[in-house]
């Protein structure tokens, strides 16, 4: 735990809000690719037909198998990070207020659209850019103090 005095809590804090898409998304995605795996594995495959000579490999069948182990060892490691990090992100954005969780979304969450955050909350809102901006630090501050405390 002392590891934590020493991170950089809002840097994390926003990093956490910026993985949130993307560990739905592992959530949602994964279980499907893992049976497309399985169902790779136990789908026998006829040889490409390309009219040009082959060389044998033995241990060809063999090799595509320990991919596709590799591959479900990578799928199901992601999965349960990203199960993990739910578990430890979701309680702690619940309890944020509806305006929060909008203006930290507005923020952090829409991809590379930061510069007109404001602008756009500003007039949901109608709120100043000051407002607007003390606001998103006291939400983030907020979320933080959530989730490394």
Known sequence: MIALKYINKNAATVAAIR???????IINNT?????????QMTSPRGQKLSGMPSARNPQSGTNKLVDQIDKLDILRERYN??????????P???SL???????LSEFYMTGNQKSGATYRLMDEFSYSESHIERLRSNALNHLRSLLYC
């Open 97 to 103: 207020t509806d305006t929060e969780q909008r203006i």
């Open 81 to 90: 990070q990203a199960i993990e990090y739910m578990a430890w992100f979701e």
């Open 31 to 39: 279980p499907q690719e893992i049976k497309d795996v399985y169902a």
């Open 19 to 25: 993985d949130y898409e993307n560990m739905r998304f």
């Open 92 to 94: 702690a954005w619940s």
